[in-house]
Protein backbone atom coordinates (compact mmCIF):
# COMPACT_ATOMS: atom_id res chain seq x y z
CA UNK A 1 0.00 0.00 0.00
CA UNK A 2 1.61 3.53 -1.01
CA UNK A 3 1.72 6.34 1.61
CA UNK A 4 0.75 9.79 0.61
CA UNK A 5 3.16 12.33 2.08
CA UNK A 6 3.00 16.17 2.94
CA UNK A 7 5.28 18.72 2.80
CA UNK A 8 5.85 20.84 6.16
CA UNK A 9 7.87 24.30 5.66
CA UNK A 10 9.11 26.99 7.48
CA UNK A 11 10.76 29.60 6.54
CA UNK A 12 13.39 32.26 7.81
CA UNK A 13 13.75 35.71 5.91
CA UNK A 14 16.12 38.18 6.37
CA UNK A 15 15.17 41.97 4.97
CA UNK A 16 17.79 44.66 5.40
CA UNK A 17 16.16 47.32 7.38
CA UNK A 18 16.19 50.97 5.35
CA UNK A 19 18.61 52.47 7.88
CA UNK A 20 21.44 55.21 6.87
CA UNK A 21 23.27 53.68 9.62
CA UNK A 22 24.22 49.96 10.60
CA UNK A 23 22.60 48.29 13.68
CA UNK A 24 25.36 48.71 16.02
CA UNK A 25 27.73 51.33 15.18
CA UNK A 26 27.41 54.75 13.35
CA UNK A 27 28.96 53.06 10.28
CA UNK A 28 27.39 53.93 7.02
CA UNK A 29 25.04 51.57 4.71
CA UNK A 30 24.54 51.39 1.27
CA UNK A 31 24.34 49.27 -1.66
CA UNK A 32 26.93 49.98 -4.53
CA UNK A 33 29.80 51.39 -2.59
CA UNK A 34 32.97 50.23 -3.57
CA UNK A 35 34.49 47.10 -1.38
CA UNK A 36 35.42 47.76 2.31
CA UNK A 37 34.84 51.51 1.93
CA UNK A 38 31.76 51.29 4.28
CA UNK A 39 33.57 50.00 7.80
CA UNK A 40 34.83 51.75 11.47
CA UNK A 41 36.54 50.28 14.51
CA UNK A 42 33.41 48.42 15.51
CA UNK A 43 32.76 46.44 12.09
CA UNK A 44 36.06 45.76 12.10
CA UNK A 45 35.96 44.10 15.53
CA UNK A 46 39.39 46.05 17.08
CA UNK A 47 40.29 46.04 20.79
CA UNK A 48 38.60 48.09 22.82
CA UNK A 49 35.51 49.45 20.57
CA UNK A 50 31.82 49.32 22.29
CA UNK A 51 28.92 48.83 20.06
CA UNK A 52 25.32 52.03 20.29
CA UNK A 53 21.93 50.58 19.32
CA UNK A 54 20.55 52.35 16.40
CA UNK A 55 17.28 53.50 17.39
CA UNK A 56 15.99 53.87 13.68
CA UNK A 57 15.91 49.91 13.20
CA UNK A 58 14.17 49.63 16.30
CA UNK A 59 11.68 51.78 15.26
CA UNK A 60 11.57 50.16 12.03
CA UNK A 61 11.35 46.75 13.55
CA UNK A 62 8.41 48.07 16.09
CA UNK A 63 6.66 49.03 13.27
CA UNK A 64 6.96 45.58 11.03
CA UNK A 65 5.88 43.74 13.99
CA UNK A 66 2.69 46.09 14.47
CA UNK A 67 1.76 45.65 11.05
CA UNK A 68 1.91 41.97 11.11
CA UNK A 69 0.06 41.79 14.75
CA UNK A 70 2.72 40.39 16.70
CA UNK A 71 3.14 41.18 20.64
CA UNK A 72 5.69 43.77 21.37
CA UNK A 73 8.11 42.43 23.61
CA UNK A 74 7.91 45.21 26.88
CA UNK A 75 12.03 44.62 27.34
CA UNK A 76 13.93 42.96 24.72
CA UNK A 77 17.98 42.06 24.93
CA UNK A 78 21.02 41.26 22.53
CA UNK A 79 22.86 38.27 22.91
CA UNK A 80 25.73 37.25 21.45
CA UNK A 81 25.68 34.05 18.69
CA UNK A 82 28.98 32.90 18.64
CA UNK A 83 30.34 31.10 15.13
CA UNK A 84 34.09 31.07 13.62
CA UNK A 85 32.80 32.30 9.86
CA UNK A 86 35.28 34.30 7.76
CA UNK A 87 32.18 36.74 6.94
CA UNK A 88 32.26 37.54 10.96
CA UNK A 89 35.52 39.31 12.07
CA UNK A 90 34.66 39.49 15.85
CA UNK A 91 33.48 35.55 15.62
CA UNK A 92 30.53 36.61 16.70
CA UNK A 93 27.47 37.95 15.67
CA UNK A 94 24.87 40.25 17.97
CA UNK A 95 21.31 39.00 17.96
CA UNK A 96 18.27 38.02 20.24
CA UNK A 97 17.53 34.96 21.57
CA UNK A 98 15.38 34.38 24.05
CA UNK A 99 14.10 37.36 24.15
CA UNK A 100 13.25 38.69 20.60
CA UNK A 101 11.45 42.36 20.26
CA UNK A 102 8.38 40.67 18.27
CA UNK A 103 6.48 38.11 18.66
CA UNK A 104 3.55 35.72 16.89
CA UNK A 105 1.86 37.41 14.58
CA UNK A 106 0.82 36.66 10.95
CA UNK A 107 1.43 37.20 7.05
CA UNK A 108 -1.61 36.83 4.86
CA UNK A 109 -1.15 35.16 1.68
CA UNK A 110 -2.70 35.17 -1.88
CA UNK A 111 -2.56 31.94 -3.87
CA UNK A 112 -2.85 32.19 -7.40
CA UNK A 113 -6.68 31.36 -8.57
CA UNK A 114 -8.14 29.57 -10.79
CA UNK A 115 -7.26 32.13 -14.08
CA UNK A 116 -5.49 35.71 -14.46
CA UNK A 117 -8.93 37.28 -13.40
CA UNK A 118 -9.73 35.19 -10.60
CA UNK A 119 -8.85 35.84 -6.86
CA UNK A 120 -7.30 32.81 -5.62
CA UNK A 121 -7.47 31.73 -1.67
CA UNK A 122 -6.25 33.87 1.09
CA UNK A 123 -4.17 32.40 4.29
CA UNK A 124 -3.00 34.09 6.95
CA UNK A 125 0.76 32.24 8.13
CA UNK A 126 1.52 32.22 11.56
CA UNK A 127 4.89 34.07 12.53
CA UNK A 128 7.27 32.30 15.55
CA UNK A 129 9.08 35.69 16.04
CA UNK A 130 10.42 38.26 14.33
CA UNK A 131 14.19 40.27 16.02
CA UNK A 132 16.75 42.46 15.01
CA UNK A 133 20.37 41.11 14.26
CA UNK A 134 23.58 42.44 12.32
CA UNK A 135 24.09 41.18 8.71
CA UNK A 136 27.04 39.60 8.49
CA UNK A 137 30.00 40.44 5.49
CA UNK A 138 29.62 39.12 1.91
CA UNK A 139 32.10 36.58 0.07
CA UNK A 140 33.32 36.87 -2.80
CA UNK A 141 34.57 33.59 -4.55
CA UNK A 142 37.23 33.71 -7.16
CA UNK A 143 38.71 30.31 -8.03
CA UNK A 144 39.55 28.81 -5.42
CA UNK A 145 40.53 32.00 -2.98
CA UNK A 146 37.25 33.88 -1.30
CA UNK A 147 37.36 37.87 -0.78
CA UNK A 148 35.69 39.38 2.29
CA UNK A 149 33.69 42.55 2.03
CA UNK A 150 32.65 44.27 5.09
CA UNK A 151 30.25 46.50 3.71
CA UNK A 152 27.44 44.52 4.74
CA UNK A 153 28.83 43.38 7.86
CA UNK A 154 26.68 44.89 11.07
CA UNK A 155 24.05 46.44 8.27
CA UNK A 156 20.45 46.15 10.49
CA UNK A 157 18.83 43.15 9.32
CA UNK A 158 15.49 41.50 10.27
CA UNK A 159 14.93 38.07 10.78
CA UNK A 160 11.17 37.00 10.19
CA UNK A 161 10.52 33.24 11.65
CA UNK A 162 7.61 31.85 10.39
CA UNK A 163 6.00 28.69 12.42
CA UNK A 164 5.99 25.47 9.84
CA UNK A 165 3.06 25.98 8.35
CA UNK A 166 3.74 26.14 5.00
CA UNK A 167 2.73 23.17 2.61
CA UNK A 168 4.16 23.86 -1.02
CA UNK A 169 6.46 25.85 -3.01
CA UNK A 170 3.49 28.08 -3.88
CA UNK A 171 2.96 29.02 -0.42
CA UNK A 172 6.30 30.16 0.52
CA UNK A 173 6.95 32.13 -2.94
CA UNK A 174 3.18 33.81 -2.32
CA UNK A 175 4.76 34.52 1.31
CA UNK A 176 7.52 36.21 -0.28
CA UNK A 177 5.63 38.39 -2.20
CA UNK A 178 3.17 39.98 0.46
CA UNK A 179 6.36 40.75 2.68
CA UNK A 180 7.97 42.23 -0.17
CA UNK A 181 4.74 44.31 -0.99
CA UNK A 182 4.30 45.17 2.43
CA UNK A 183 7.41 46.31 3.80
CA UNK A 184 8.41 48.05 0.91
CA UNK A 185 5.26 50.14 0.87
CA UNK A 186 5.75 51.16 4.17
CA UNK A 187 9.14 52.11 3.89
CA UNK A 188 11.24 49.15 6.05
CA UNK A 189 13.43 47.69 3.44
CA UNK A 190 13.35 48.16 -0.47
CA UNK A 191 13.36 44.28 -0.55
CA UNK A 192 15.13 44.03 -3.57
CA UNK A 193 16.27 40.10 -4.07
CA UNK A 194 18.80 40.71 -6.51
CA UNK A 195 21.08 43.57 -4.26
CA UNK A 196 20.38 40.74 -1.30
CA UNK A 197 18.34 42.90 0.46
CA UNK A 198 15.76 40.09 1.10
CA UNK A 199 17.07 36.26 1.21
CA UNK A 200 15.25 33.11 2.26
CA UNK A 201 16.25 29.98 4.19
CA UNK A 202 13.43 27.28 3.61
CA UNK A 203 13.15 24.52 6.06
CA UNK A 204 12.07 21.60 4.92
CA UNK A 205 10.56 18.00 5.55
CA UNK A 206 8.37 15.35 4.82
CA UNK A 207 5.94 13.22 6.54
CA UNK A 208 2.63 10.44 5.88
CA UNK A 209 -0.22 12.41 5.42
CA UNK A 210 -1.99 12.03 9.35
CA UNK A 211 1.12 11.91 11.05
CA UNK A 212 1.69 15.23 13.54
CA UNK A 213 5.35 14.32 14.27
CA UNK A 214 7.88 16.10 12.39
CA UNK A 215 10.25 14.80 10.69
CA UNK A 216 13.75 15.54 10.23
CA UNK A 217 14.45 18.38 7.92
CA UNK A 218 16.81 20.48 5.95
CA UNK A 219 17.43 24.35 5.86
CA UNK A 220 18.54 25.01 2.70
CA UNK A 221 20.31 28.71 3.08
CA UNK A 222 20.10 32.39 0.74
CA UNK A 223 17.38 32.07 -1.56
CA UNK A 224 17.40 35.09 -3.12
CA UNK A 225 13.84 35.09 -6.05
CA UNK A 226 10.83 33.61 -5.80
CA UNK A 227 11.67 31.44 -8.32
CA UNK A 228 14.18 29.71 -6.59
CA UNK A 229 12.36 29.50 -3.68
CA UNK A 230 9.76 27.48 -5.09
CA UNK A 231 11.77 25.30 -7.26
CA UNK A 232 14.17 24.27 -4.34
CA UNK A 233 10.99 23.62 -2.02
CA UNK A 234 9.52 21.44 -4.87
CA UNK A 235 12.67 19.56 -5.43
CA UNK A 236 14.20 19.28 -1.85
CA UNK A 237 10.40 17.01 -1.14
CA UNK A 238 10.24 15.27 -4.10
CA UNK A 239 13.95 14.29 -2.94
CA UNK A 240 12.94 13.24 1.11
CA UNK A 241 9.88 11.71 -0.33
CA UNK A 242 11.93 9.23 -2.54
CA UNK A 243 14.32 8.46 -0.11
CA UNK A 244 11.64 7.18 2.43
CA UNK A 245 9.74 5.29 -0.31
CA UNK A 246 12.87 3.47 -0.96
CA UNK A 247 13.52 3.06 2.70
CA UNK A 248 16.64 5.34 2.94
CA UNK A 249 14.70 7.93 5.06
CA UNK A 250 17.74 7.66 7.36
CA UNK A 251 19.85 9.51 5.22
CA UNK A 252 17.94 12.79 5.78
CA UNK A 253 19.91 14.29 8.38
CA UNK A 254 19.53 17.66 9.77
CA UNK A 255 21.82 20.07 7.37
CA UNK A 256 22.50 23.15 5.47
CA UNK A 257 21.97 22.90 1.85
CA UNK A 258 22.78 25.41 -0.92
CA UNK A 259 20.47 25.31 -4.41
CA UNK A 260 21.97 25.59 -7.65
CA UNK A 261 19.18 27.78 -9.40
CA UNK A 262 20.80 27.53 -13.23
CA UNK A 263 20.87 23.98 -12.88
CA UNK A 264 18.18 23.37 -10.71
CA UNK A 265 19.38 20.81 -7.73
CA UNK A 266 20.53 21.03 -3.97
CA UNK A 267 23.35 20.07 -2.32
CA UNK A 268 24.69 19.04 1.08
CA UNK A 269 26.78 22.87 2.52
CA UNK A 270 27.52 21.38 5.93
CA UNK A 271 26.20 19.78 9.02
CA UNK A 272 23.42 21.97 10.99
CA UNK A 273 23.94 23.31 14.18
CA UNK A 274 21.23 23.92 16.87
CA UNK A 275 21.04 26.44 19.61
CA UNK A 276 23.07 24.89 21.55
CA UNK A 277 26.25 25.28 19.21
CA UNK A 278 26.14 28.52 19.29
CA UNK A 279 26.43 28.99 22.67
CA UNK A 280 24.47 32.27 22.90
CA UNK A 281 24.73 34.73 25.85
CA UNK A 282 23.83 38.34 26.63
CA UNK A 283 25.50 41.13 25.32
CA UNK A 284 27.79 42.70 28.14
CA UNK A 285 28.09 46.07 26.09
CA UNK A 286 24.52 46.26 25.04
CA UNK A 287 21.12 47.25 27.76
CA UNK A 288 17.98 46.13 27.26
CA UNK A 289 15.28 47.93 25.48
CA UNK A 290 12.23 49.07 27.06
CA UNK A 291 9.13 49.54 24.55
CA UNK A 292 6.84 51.26 26.21
CA UNK A 293 2.63 52.10 24.64
CA UNK A 294 3.80 55.80 23.97
CA UNK A 295 6.43 54.32 21.88
CA UNK A 296 4.06 52.03 20.08
CA UNK A 297 1.44 54.40 19.43
CA UNK A 298 3.65 56.69 17.23
CA UNK A 299 4.95 53.94 15.54
CA UNK A 300 1.51 52.94 14.59
CA UNK A 301 0.24 56.00 13.52
CA UNK A 302 3.08 55.56 10.72
CA UNK A 303 1.84 52.56 9.15
CA UNK A 304 -0.32 52.83 5.97
CA UNK A 305 -2.83 50.28 4.61
CA UNK A 306 -1.31 47.08 4.00
CA UNK A 307 -1.68 46.11 -0.06
CA UNK A 308 -4.08 42.98 0.54
CA UNK A 309 -6.51 45.76 2.91
CA UNK A 310 -6.68 47.53 -0.16
CA UNK A 311 -7.32 45.32 -3.02
CA UNK A 312 -10.59 44.68 -0.53
CA UNK A 313 -10.99 48.11 -0.34
CA UNK A 314 -10.65 48.43 -3.96
CA UNK A 315 -13.32 45.45 -4.61
CA UNK A 316 -15.60 45.67 -1.61
CA UNK A 317 -15.78 50.02 -1.84
CA UNK A 318 -14.98 51.02 -5.22
CA UNK A 319 -16.25 48.22 -7.14
CA UNK A 320 -13.60 47.47 -8.98
CA UNK A 321 -12.47 44.05 -10.34
CA UNK A 322 -10.47 41.83 -9.14
CA UNK A 323 -7.65 41.73 -11.74
CA UNK A 324 -7.87 45.49 -12.06
CA UNK A 325 -7.46 45.75 -8.49
CA UNK A 326 -4.78 43.13 -8.27
CA UNK A 327 -2.47 44.67 -10.89
CA UNK A 328 -2.08 47.99 -8.80
CA UNK A 329 -1.44 46.90 -5.56
CA UNK A 330 2.03 45.78 -5.94
CA UNK A 331 2.65 49.26 -6.76
CA UNK A 332 1.95 51.81 -4.30
CA UNK A 333 2.80 54.87 -6.51
CA UNK A 334 0.20 53.46 -8.87
CA UNK A 335 -2.96 53.07 -6.66
CA UNK A 336 -1.98 56.77 -5.47
CA UNK A 337 -2.37 57.97 -9.14
CA UNK A 338 -5.59 56.03 -9.35
CA UNK A 339 -6.89 57.47 -5.89
CA UNK A 340 -5.60 61.04 -6.87
CA UNK A 341 -7.83 60.05 -10.44
CA UNK A 342 -11.13 58.81 -8.73
CA UNK A 343 -10.92 62.09 -6.06
CA UNK A 344 -11.44 63.73 -9.41
CA UNK A 345 -14.14 61.90 -11.14
CA UNK A 346 -16.10 59.05 -8.90
CA UNK A 347 -15.93 56.55 -11.62
CA UNK A 348 -13.64 54.02 -10.32
CA UNK A 349 -13.71 50.93 -12.58
CA UNK A 350 -13.07 53.27 -15.58
CA UNK A 351 -10.23 54.95 -14.50
CA UNK A 352 -8.92 51.75 -13.06
CA UNK A 353 -9.37 50.64 -16.82
CA UNK A 354 -7.24 53.25 -18.06
CA UNK A 355 -4.88 53.33 -15.39
CA UNK A 356 -3.94 48.91 -15.92
CA UNK A 357 -4.36 48.96 -19.77
CA UNK A 358 -3.39 52.21 -21.40
CA UNK A 359 -1.30 53.80 -18.82
CA UNK A 360 1.18 50.57 -17.90
CA UNK A 361 1.19 49.86 -22.31
CA UNK A 362 2.39 53.23 -22.27
CA UNK A 363 5.01 53.19 -19.07
CA UNK A 364 6.22 50.32 -20.94
CA UNK A 365 6.63 51.36 -24.19
CA UNK A 366 8.17 54.56 -23.00
CA UNK A 367 10.85 52.60 -20.96
CA UNK A 368 14.57 52.24 -21.73
CA UNK A 369 15.17 48.97 -22.81
CA UNK A 370 17.01 46.84 -20.24
CA UNK A 371 16.24 48.93 -17.40
CA UNK A 372 12.26 49.16 -17.67
CA UNK A 373 8.95 50.77 -17.62
CA UNK A 374 9.30 54.77 -17.50
CA UNK A 375 9.01 55.59 -13.38
CA UNK A 376 5.45 56.37 -13.22
CA UNK A 377 7.21 60.20 -11.40
CA UNK A 378 8.40 60.98 -14.66
CA UNK A 379 5.01 60.46 -16.07
CA UNK A 380 3.31 63.87 -18.05
CA UNK A 381 -0.15 62.84 -18.06
CA UNK A 382 -2.04 64.16 -14.61
CA UNK A 383 -4.44 61.66 -12.91
CA UNK A 384 -7.08 64.56 -13.21
CA UNK A 385 -6.30 64.19 -17.19
CA UNK A 386 -7.63 60.02 -16.95
CA UNK A 387 -10.22 61.38 -14.73
CA UNK A 388 -11.32 64.01 -17.11
CA UNK A 389 -11.33 61.73 -20.50
CA UNK A 390 -13.82 59.49 -18.33
CA UNK A 391 -16.28 62.00 -17.83
CA UNK A 392 -15.65 63.60 -21.65
CA UNK A 393 -16.53 59.61 -22.60
CA UNK A 394 -19.53 59.80 -20.27
CA UNK A 395 -20.88 62.82 -21.44
CA UNK A 396 -20.60 61.61 -24.84
CA UNK A 397 -18.66 64.74 -26.08
CA UNK A 398 -15.82 62.25 -27.44
CA UNK A 399 -16.47 58.15 -27.88
CA UNK A 400 -14.20 55.56 -26.57
CA UNK A 401 -12.57 54.93 -29.50
CA UNK A 402 -11.35 58.15 -29.90
CA UNK A 403 -10.72 58.85 -25.55
CA UNK A 404 -8.09 56.59 -25.63
CA UNK A 405 -6.63 57.66 -29.10
CA UNK A 406 -6.76 61.28 -26.94
CA UNK A 407 -5.09 59.27 -24.10
CA UNK A 408 -1.85 58.20 -26.31
CA UNK A 409 -1.69 62.14 -27.04
CA UNK A 410 -2.25 63.27 -23.51
CA UNK A 411 0.29 60.88 -22.26
CA UNK A 412 3.15 62.22 -24.79
CA UNK A 413 2.51 65.79 -24.29
CA UNK A 414 0.86 66.49 -20.86
CA UNK A 415 -1.82 68.55 -22.58
CA UNK A 416 -5.25 68.52 -21.56
CA UNK A 417 -7.40 65.62 -22.73
CA UNK A 418 -10.26 68.37 -24.02
CA UNK A 419 -7.95 70.38 -25.19
CA UNK A 420 -6.45 67.91 -27.39
CA UNK A 421 -10.40 67.46 -28.67
CA UNK A 422 -11.19 70.59 -29.81
CA UNK A 423 -7.37 71.04 -31.34
CA UNK A 424 -8.19 68.13 -33.61
CA UNK A 425 -11.74 68.34 -34.18
CA UNK A 426 -12.81 65.10 -32.43
CA UNK A 427 -15.84 65.78 -30.57
CA UNK A 428 -18.76 62.94 -31.63
CA UNK A 429 -20.55 63.33 -34.53
CA UNK A 430 -24.14 63.36 -33.97
CA UNK A 431 -25.32 64.56 -37.26
CA UNK A 432 -28.12 62.26 -38.11
CA UNK A 433 -28.46 63.03 -41.59
CA UNK A 434 -24.87 62.23 -42.47
CA UNK A 435 -25.02 59.04 -40.33
CA UNK A 436 -27.55 58.10 -41.76
CA UNK A 437 -25.57 58.56 -45.18
CA UNK A 438 -22.96 56.15 -44.13
CA UNK A 439 -25.34 53.76 -42.90
CA UNK A 440 -27.48 53.37 -46.03
CA UNK A 441 -23.92 53.01 -47.88
CA UNK A 442 -22.91 50.18 -44.98
CA UNK A 443 -26.18 48.12 -45.84
CA UNK A 444 -25.72 48.46 -49.57
CA UNK A 445 -22.20 47.09 -49.21
CA UNK A 446 -22.76 44.35 -47.32
CA UNK A 447 -26.38 42.41 -48.04
CA UNK A 448 -24.93 39.14 -46.42
CA UNK A 449 -24.61 40.59 -42.88
CA UNK A 450 -27.80 42.23 -43.42
CA UNK A 451 -29.18 38.77 -44.47
CA UNK A 452 -27.62 37.16 -41.11
CA UNK A 453 -29.03 39.99 -39.18
CA UNK A 454 -32.68 39.67 -40.64
CA UNK A 455 -32.27 35.59 -40.36
CA UNK A 456 -32.24 36.18 -36.39
CA UNK A 457 -28.31 36.47 -36.10
CA UNK A 458 -28.49 40.18 -33.75
CA UNK A 459 -24.45 40.23 -33.80
CA UNK A 460 -24.32 40.87 -37.69
CA UNK A 461 -24.82 44.08 -37.34
CA UNK A 462 -21.79 44.97 -35.82
CA UNK A 463 -20.43 44.01 -39.08
CA UNK A 464 -22.28 47.13 -40.16
CA UNK A 465 -21.15 49.22 -37.15
CA UNK A 466 -17.35 49.27 -38.72
CA UNK A 467 -17.51 50.78 -41.87
CA UNK A 468 -19.64 53.55 -40.37
CA UNK A 469 -17.31 54.27 -37.46
CA UNK A 470 -14.34 54.39 -40.33
CA UNK A 471 -16.23 57.00 -42.39
CA UNK A 472 -16.49 59.10 -39.76
CA UNK A 473 -12.75 58.43 -37.83
CA UNK A 474 -14.45 56.73 -34.71
CA UNK A 475 -16.09 60.25 -33.73
CA UNK A 476 -20.06 58.49 -34.28
CA UNK A 477 -21.51 57.89 -31.31
CA UNK A 478 -22.01 54.28 -31.07
CA UNK A 479 -25.43 54.34 -29.26
CA UNK A 480 -26.72 56.64 -32.51
CA UNK A 481 -25.24 54.18 -35.07
CA UNK A 482 -26.70 51.24 -33.75
CA UNK A 483 -30.37 52.85 -33.35
CA UNK A 484 -29.86 54.05 -36.82
CA UNK A 485 -29.35 50.87 -38.19
CA UNK A 486 -32.04 48.80 -36.07
CA UNK A 487 -34.25 51.49 -38.03
CA UNK A 488 -33.11 50.87 -41.50
CA UNK A 489 -33.28 47.27 -41.21
CA UNK A 490 -36.21 47.05 -40.08
CA UNK A 491 -37.86 49.24 -42.99
Not at 6 to 35: N, W
Not at 50 to 64: F, H, Q, S, W, Y
Not at 117 to 134: A, C, D, N, P, S
Not at 336 to 351: G, L, M, R, S, W
Request: glycine share 6%; net charge negative.
Amino acid sequence: MSISYEVVIGLEVHVQLKTKSKAFCPAPYEYGAEPNTLTDTVVLALPGVLPTINKKAVDLMIKMGLMFGCDIAEECKWDRKNYWYPDSPKNYQISQYDQPLCKGGFVEIELPGATRGVMGEHKKMQLTRIHLEEDPAKLNHVGNISLIDDNRNGASLAEIVTEPVFRSGEEAAAFIAALRMALSQNGISDCDMEKGQMRCDANVSVRPVGQTKLNTRTESKNLNSMSAIKACIDWESKRQIALYEAGRGAEIVQETRRWNAEEGFGYTMRSKEDSQDYRYFPDPDLMPVRVDEAWKNAIRATIGELPYDRQKRYMETLGISYSAASAMIPDLELCTYFEKAVAAYDKPQEIANYVVNDLLRELSAAGVEGEGPMPLSQCRLAPESVAELVKLTDEGVITRQIAHEVFVESFKTGEAPLAIVDKKNLRTQNDTDELEKFARAAIAADPAAVAKFKGGNDKAINALKGPIMKATKGKADPKIVDELLRKLLAL
